[in-house]
């Protein structure tokens, strides 16, 4: 029996997230002895990596096969967890951001394209935010199993490695998933490879996003949106270790099992309340008359909650910061699927992938910026408070240049 594609796709993103070290990831580096500094150059240093190989990776897609792109980016995934596990000094660990950023970059725009390619094949093009914000909510549910998974791991197991190799195994069975996608998907297939057509199909997509202002504003509005969540959400990980010892009814286990019980009772709400926002953003678009008006009411909310984690990480109050990252988590799921649909409504079929790539590549900027910037401030101040100043900042520089008035942007030439 043939397996519906949509199943396919929500299976991708499902396994896709079983990345049992996610909730940890920063307390792994700390217990590393590496400081936040540090930690963001990693973060940083992995988006640089993502940056040199995203574009030309999402033309290689479209041009040889996005099919062969998922598997290897797959491939340098598993190469990743492999090297976290045996890491023992911070030169091996930025060996394990080197084939993160690699798997990134041949995974990020060119499933979207192939998701997109299949509804254009379906002809439900109309259906874009609805059907990659259902299959992103099932990204968001893989989510909330893993931190089940992960948060069982670290309890019974006390340490951080052995959640690195468990990884490894839904990321094979995603590799097998992918040969069940049809050929279609793959795009139109050059049968030899050609630096020429890979040069040619970038510089076009570059000049798109450069000289179309619809464009360029949209790789603007994802650099802060996307950028700025992608170097901050990490920060909620020291906090609910800070609240976890706190926690007078947990006293009677060691530290580490007392964080793995918060984080699992913080993170699997957060990413089963993500996968709703996810399936439901279409809504928000319909409530506002499309994705413009959707962007412009998210905007504003990201610099309230931005605002209100100033006083909340100056003050220490860990009730009220959780929360916040919460509803923030769940804004972006909200953001996402719309940003995502508005790329595409901007590029031609033969490209897609190439000018989600883009997105994918502005936002990696944005964090090779950002992500080391907050380790600095956060080590200077001593308090997480510069995180709030920073998001804050950015959201009112785009409210003040892309959203004082709701525009309706022209639709992208194709000619």
């Known amino acids: 029996m043939r397996i519906p594609m949509l199943f396919r796709f929500s299976l991708y993103g499902f396994l896709k997230n079983q990345r049992y070290y996610d909730p940890f990831i920063v307390l792994a580096f700390l217990g590393k002895g590496l400081s936040f500094f540090q930690i963001g150059l990693l973060f940083g240093f992995r988006e640089i990596c993502t940056n040199i190989f995203e574009i030309p990776s999402g033309a290689v897609a479209d041009l040889y096969g996005r099919r062969r792109a998922m598997i290897f980016s797959f491939c340098a995934y598993i190469a990743s967890f492999a090297t976290f596990a045996l890491s023992n000094s911070l030169l091996m660990l930025f060996g394990a951001m080197f084939f993160f950023g690699l798997g990134d970059a041949f995974r990020t725009g060119t499933h979207k394209a192939m998701i997109f390619d299949?509804?254009?094949?379906?002809?439900?093009?109309?259906?874009?935010?609805?059907?990659?914000?259902?299959?992103?909510?099932?990204?968001?549910?893989?989510?909330?199993?893993?931190?089940?998974?992960?948060?069982?791991?670290?309890?019974?197991?006390?340490?951080?490695?052995?959640?690195?190799?468990?990884?490894?195994?839904?990321?094979?069975?995603?590799?097998?998933?992918?040969?069940?996608?049809?050929?279609?998907?793959?795009?139109?297939?050059?049968?030899?490879?050609?630096?020429?057509?890979?040069?040619?199909?970038?510089?076009?997509?570059?000049?798109?996003?450069?000289?179309?202002?619809?464009?360029?504003?949209l790789v603007f509005e994802g650099m802060g949106f996307e950028g700025m969540y992608k170097a901050s959400k990490d920060y909620l990980q020291p906090v609910l270790e800070k609240a976890a010892i706190a926690l007078p009814i947990l006293l009677t286990i060691d530290d580490s099992k007392r964080t793995a019980f918060l984080v699992l009772v913080i993170y699997f709400p957060l990413y089963f309340?993500?996968?709703?926002?996810?399936?439901?953003?279409?809504r928000v678009s319909d409530w506002r008359g499309g994705d413009e008006g959707a962007a412009q009411v998210m905007w504003w909310t990201n610099l309230l909650l931005f605002?209100?984690?100033?006083?909340?990480?100056?003050?220490?109050?860990?009730?009220?910061?959780?929360?916040?990252?919460?509803?923030?988590?769940?804004?972006?799921n909200f953001w996402r699927p719309g940003l995502i649909s508005r790329f595409n409504a901007q590029s031609s079929p033969e490209m897609s992938a190439t000018i989600l790539s883009i997105e994918g590549q502005s936002k990696s900027l944005a964090t090779v910026i950002l992500a080391p910037?907050?380790?600095?401030?956060?080590?200077?101040?001593?308090?997480?408070?510069?995180?709030?100043?920073?998001?804050?900042?950015?959201?009112?520089?785009?409210?003040?240049?892309?959203?004082?008035?709701?525009?309706?942007?022209?639709?992208?030439?194709?000619?």
């Open 307 to 332: 605002v209100l984690l100033i006083p909340a990480f100056y003050f220490n109050w860990h009730p009220a910061i959780i929360a916040l990252f919460v509803i923030l988590a769940i804004l972006q």
């Open 273 to 282: 309340l993500s996968s709703f926002a996810s399936r439901n953003s279409h």
């Open 373 to 415: 910037l907050l380790g600095w401030l956060v080590d200077t101040a001593g308090n997480f408070y510069p995180v709030g100043i920073v998001g804050t900042c950015i959201a009112v520089a785009i409210l003040l240049v892309y959203h004082s008035q709701l525009e309706v942007k022209p639709e992208l030439s194709t000619e």
């Open 118 to 217: 299949w509804l254009r094949l379906q002809g439900r093009s109309d259906e874009k935010t609805k059907i990659y914000g259902f299959t992103r909510s099932w990204s968001q549910m893989g989510s909330a199993v893993s931190v089940l998974i992960a948060g069982a791991l670290v309890f019974f197991l006390g340490n951080y490695t052995a959640i690195f190799w468990y990884s490894i195994i839904p990321y094979l069975i995603n590799i097998i998933n992918f040969f069940g996608y049809p050929q279609e998907l793959d795009g139109d297939r050059q049968s030899e490879f050609s630096l020429k057509a890979v040069a040619t199909l970038f510089w076009d997509a570059v000049k798109q996003s450069v000289q179309f202002p619809a464009l360029r504003r």
